[in-house]
């Protein structure tokens, strides 16, 4: 029972931050300097036209109203139609057709990040001050410093250019052909993955030491335990929490860098959506893709919030 | 008998013995003796367009090579670099003060301010950094003085909740009960006594943020959405690098190798001063 209601918690929270965090997006959209009507219809738009157009799309109701209306409308998945693309390509279309790709490549990369992670981390701490502790802990520290965007173009250099065996450019959907996407979505999903790797397990190391210091853990080792069977039995699972939390504060560094990564690899995600919509001054898809985004980072830290939730029951008491 | 140690010697002694911190610092003096030498000696100039020499590959006479314009990268990635590192500087300071003065408000004061800072910094947390960088862009046109104010509000949060914790632990402690009990102002508790004992981790958080918002800045210039040509940002560089990667991949390649040369040494520094200035966590971890 507290457990639910220790979730119950959690969502209402996230459904408050949505509904506040999709305000601010709409505010800003709506403080942009320039007349949307303009923007859409180019500087030589005769005044009729441009009033015709601000009525046409409610832009002469009052801003609580027009926000009022586009949540409503956002909740039955509609989000507004596209003013730059030619016929006017609804925006929960253009999202729908992207939001896939961005969760595969975004997916994909989280897995590799935490896989390695787990690797690395483990074999840092338990050998800790050790060669192998040396090794993992420059190779994170190298890894967090390099630009992602800049890692996709060396990743390109080798395995495309160099060694022909990815696609340096392009990305085939998941609806179309899964293999395809492993295939073409491996160099930007790796270019993404491999410095969140390095703060992965720079963190799991950490968290991992500072667990083997404690008290429950050194009777354990007093008691005569091995220490494979207390390394999984009694530090493991104290360790993951502070673990999965970092992963789900790095989320919003882990999509930020999948907006960037999109415009290298030609993956038509949501955020290279967003970009074409920025350069278009198609404020109502920027708008549609930055709520996309918040509800993705919210839907995360609810997720994280559970897992930590069920590794630690204590919290919900 | 031997002279008292001055304050704040502590700190460099265990500077002094921190390999990571050393390590940092010798990246940096490298980079920065490497740009001051080649400003100071280089033949060319940034902006010089040499249409006899376009594209030409590392060689003696351009180390890293020329660009799709003939200008010359080295000299170039030398000026780039003092524009990323100041960009990425203003945004962290602003960043850095706004933060720290609402988490130290709130962490003082506590009450309604300190919840609805909080849910603030929740609500900032919520967005993906280049979303809320873009959506900035939009509203303030590009260029770099809104990639700074993109990277300050990237790092506000940080700042906020830093400072928040570290005050709220401060505020118990004794030295901060005899202030008050001298009839100290809270202003002057809070500039006195407390910023002092929580300058380190702020420091620390600041380093680390540096190499972040070189990041940033050279992400939103390359997707063409930060800081605009000519201004030979390392972003933009990089961004002009990309459209012609197959033929001449090393302006890409030497530019991003500078940018990774240059954050690795503010990381190591980083990681090195928390080390030294967090002695709780150093003896943890020994």
């Not at chain 1, 005769?46 to 109701?61: G, I, M, Q, T, Y």
């Not at chain 1, 992602?148 to 998941?174: E, N, Q």
């Not at chain 2, 003092?82 to 004061?109: D, E, N, P």
């Not at chain 2, 001298?182 to 702020?202: D, F, T, Y």
Request: net charge positive; proline share 5%; glycine share 10%.
């Amino acid at each position: 029972m507290n457990l639910l209601l220790y979730f119950g918690a959690k969502v209402l929270g996230a459904l408050a931050m949505l509904v506040v965090g999709a305000g601010v997006v709409f505010l800003l959209m709506h403080a942009v300097p320039g007349d949307a009507a303009m923007a859409a219809l180019g500087d030589a738009a005769s005044p009729d036209a441009v009033a015709s157009f601000r009525a046409e799309h409610h832009l002469n109701d009052p801003l609580a109203q027009q926000f009022w209306d586009w949540a409503r409308a956002a909740l039955t998945g509609d989000l507004g139609k596209s003013i730059s693309l030619a016929g006017g390509f609804s925006t929960s279309a253009l999202i729908a057709g992207s939001l896939p790709n961005t969760l595969f490549v975004g997916g994909f990369a989280l897995v590799i990040a935490i896989a390695i992670s787990l690797v690395a981390g483990s074999i840092a701490a338990s050998r800790h001050g050790r060669m192998e502790d040396v090794l993992a802990t420059s190779g994170a520290i190298v890894t967090i410093s390099m630009p992602d965007f800049w890692l996709g173009y060396m990743l390109v250099l080798v395995f495309s250019l160099g060694l022909g065996w990815f696609p340096a450019y392009g990305f085939v959907r998941p609806s179309e052909s899964l293999a395809g996407a492993f295939h073409s979505g491996f160099l930007p999903a790796l270019a993404i993955a491999v410095p969140m790797a390095g703060i992965f397990s720079r963190m799991l190391r950490t968290t991992l030491l500072e667990t083997f210091r404690r008290a429950y853990v050194v009777s354990a080792h007093a008691m005569g335990f091995g220490r494979s069977f207390i390394f999984w039995h009694y530090v493991f699972r104290n360790a993951l929490i502070p673990y999965v939390t970092a992963i789900g504060l790095q989320a919003r560094y882990l999509l930020g860098g999948v907006v960037v990564i999109e415009r290298v690899f030609g993956v038509p995600g949501v955020g290279s959506v967003m970009v074409d919509a920025a350069f278009a001054r198609d404020y109502g898809v920027v708008q549609g893709c930055a709520v996309v985004f918040l509800v993705i980072v919210i839907a995360t830290n609810l997720l994280v919030d559970a897992l930590c939730g069920l590794l630690d029951p204590r919290r919900a008491a | 008998m031997t002279a008292p140690r001055k304050p704040g010697s502590g700190m460099w002694y265990t500077f002094r013995s921190n390999r990571v911190a050393q390590a940092g610092s010798a990246i940096l003096l490298f980079a920065l003796v490497a740009i001051v030498l080649v400003r100071l000696f280089s033949p060319y100039d940034p902006n010089d367009k040499d249409y006899m020499s376009i594209l030409l590959g590392p060689s003696l006479e351009h180390p890293f090579g020329t660009d799709s314009f003939g200008q010359d990268v080295l000299t170039r990635v030398a000026y780039g670099a003092q524009v990323s590192l100041l960009i990425s500087v203003a945004g962290l300071v602003l960043g850095g003060l706004v933060g720290t003065v609402i988490g130290m408000a709130s962490g003082f004061w506590g009450g309604v301010f300190d919840t609805v800072t909080m849910r603030f910094t929740e609500l900032l947390y919520s967005f993906p950094t280049y979303v809320l960088a873009l959506c900035l862009m939009l509203l303030l046109g590009y260029g770099s003085r809104s990639v700074s104010l993109a990277i300050a509000l990237v790092y506000v949060p940080n700042f906020a909740r830093l400072a928040r914790s570290m005050t709220s632990a401060t505020r118990a402690e004794n030295y901060v009960t005899a202030a008050r009990l001298m009839g100290q102002s809270p202003a002057r508790i809070l500039l006195r006594e407390i910023l002092p004992n929580i300058a380190a981790p702020l420091l620390v958080q600041f380093s680390a943020g540096l190499g972040f918002g070189i990041i940033m800045e050279a992400g939103l210039s390359f997707v063409g959405l930060g800081v605009q040509p000519p201004t030979p940002s390392l972003g933009v560089m990089m961004a002009d690098g990309k459209d012609y990667f197959q033929k001449g991949p090393w302006v890409l390649t030497l530019t991003g190798f500078s940018v990774a040369w240059i954050i690795l040494g503010l990381n190591l520094l980083g990681d090195g001063l928390r080390d030294a200035l967090d002695p709780r966590l150093r003896r943890r971890l020994s």
